[in-house]
């Protein structure tokens, strides 16, 4: 990677600290990343948003490109951190179901991310993304072998989408609708989940102000 391109996606906001503080700890490892903001405006723990706006996003950089993903709601338990790499990129964030839309879109390999020397010395219990998501992106931007440790997930956490299929049975033609408005976007995206439906559900999303 000789002008490693890293992104940032997160539900910190920008009138706090989080997402500066991760920017320097990428800074302190890797001076000649450059860190691009795709949003910090997730909503609080919402994983099914962050993974449609990566799985929006991603296949607009370059190969090589490195994506950090953080909205997690479960830092702190024994979720783990993984590193997925797909369609040629690179992808840091916890083990939560958050980048299911990135392995639905084709061929994709998973590790989890055990190795502590790449995290930071102290790390917090309720802030990992600064002491462990950014170092970890840091180094992979420097060839820094992260881990080799093949990962076994929960395959519930692993079809977690931002539509998902709801319970039903073949007879039943009836799609469950889900419409999320953006702030800056120009109009509705109206998302259709794929399958049966054993009722047909209406929602808009919170994101719509």
Not at 83 to 108: C, K, M, R, T, W
Not at 109 to 136: E, L, M, Q, Y
Request: net charge positive.
């Amino acid at each position: 990677m000789s002008d490693p391109l890293i992104t940032l996606t997160t539900d910190f906001g920008t009138s706090d600290h989080f997402a500066g503080a991760m920017k320097g700890v990428i800074a302190s490892i890797a001076p000649k990343a450059r860190v691009i903001d795709i949003t910090h405006d997730v909503a609080a723990y919402d994983i099914n948003q962050a993974g449609f706006v990566i799985a929006q996003a991603w296949q607009c950089f370059p190969k090589g490109t490195i994506h950090v993903v953080v909205v997690d709601p479960g830092v702190g338990s024994a979720r783990r951190p993984i590193l997925v790499e797909a369609g040629g990129q690179y992808f840091i964030g916890p083990d939560n179901g958050v980048f299911s839309l990135v392995y639905e879109a084709g061929a994709h390999k998973v590790r989890a991310i055990t190795n502590a020397k790449v995290f930071r010395k102290n790390v917090s219990r309720t802030f990992h993304g600064r002491d462990v998501f950014a170092p970890v992106a840091g180094w992979l931007s420097r060839r820094v072998e992260v881990d080799r440790t093949p990962a076994t997930f929960d395959r519930r956490l692993q079809r977690r989408r931002a539509l998902r299929r709801a319970d039903g049975g073949p007879d039943d033609q009836r799609l469950r609708l889900d419409i999320r408005c953006l702030e800056d976007a120009h109009g509705l995206l109206e998302l259709l989940a794929t399958g049966a439906c054993r009722s047909e559900e209406r929602r808009v999303g919170k994101e719509c102000r």
